[in-house]
């Protein structure tokens, strides 16, 4: 089974999980990986922007067109490492035969089998204003809660005025939204961006923090018929 990445959206975290799955699939050669096509299209137009009104270029027309290349290159099952994008899911995935999987459903599944019943929701104002992770919460019948406005500006800055311009992030002000969140009533943390999965490679972070990023990699891993490694 071959692995199609729909990425770009951003190139570093494309990068990243390129590198997770690689690292987490359970391997003794080269031939017992995945086999992996990968789109790292940087050129698409910027999915927040569209989501709020502030651009009216459309990024589903290059994703949509990008995963029917995936597919005729021969992916199997398609893989979006981009939170935001989702807002999108339905229009991508039904123009293409292969399935196409939603990292917003399996993150919010890893929550559940974690043991969480709230989650807090640290991403893109686009991710946050389409109230993805809300519904999936919902159909898993835990909670969400999401920063404000103050909070949410300071997380917006982390993802595109450090991360995105490859600065390294402030993460006294990461915690302090992280620990706000906690103290409304948060048992579990998303990490609902993939440029805050990176976050991931610097810092320690405890159970409490749920990689979207990482959960989309492993289900991927199992998806194609691999283990993940310990």
């Not at 990445?5 to 997770?20: A, D, H, K, Q, R």
């Not at 502030?54 to 027309?61: A, L, T």
């Not at 929550?111 to 992770?133: D, H, P």
Request: glycine share 6%.
């Amino acid at each position: 089974m071959t692995l199609g990445i729909l990425g770009g959206l951003g190139p570093s975290s494309t990068v990243y999980f390129y590198e997770m799955l690689t690292s987490l699939t359970k391997a003794n050669s080269d031939q017992e990986h995945l086999d992996i096509v990968i789109s790292s299209r940087a050129t698409t137009p910027d999915r927040t922007a569209y989501i709020l009104g502030m651009s009216d270029k459309n990024p589903v027309i290059q994703m949509t067109e990008d995963a029917k290349r995936l597919e005729k290159f021969g992916a199997d099952v398609i893989a979006i490492p981009c939170n935001t994008a989702h807002f999108f899911y339905d229009s991508i995935a039904e123009n293409v035969t292969v399935p196409v999987l939603n990292i917003i459903s399996v993150t919010t599944e890893a929550v559940k089998r974690s043991g969480g019943k709230t989650m807090g929701i640290l991403a893109t104002e686009g991710t946050v204003k389409s109230r993805s992770y809300h519904l999936a919460a919902e159909k898993a019948g835990l909670s969400c809660i999401t920063p404000n406005d103050t909070e949410q500006k300071i997380i917006s800055s982390i993802i595109y005025d450090d991360i995105k311009k490859g600065k390294k992030a402030d993460i006294e002000k990461f915690n302090f939204v992280a620990e706000s969140l906690f103290s409304r009533g948060a048992d579990r943390l998303i990490l609902g961006c993939t440029e805050l999965s990176l976050l991931c490679r610097e810092h320690n972070f405890d159970s409490r923090f749920i990689d979207s990023l990482r959960s989309l990699a492993e289900y991927c891993i199992k998806y194609c018929g691999k283990s993940v490694s310990d």
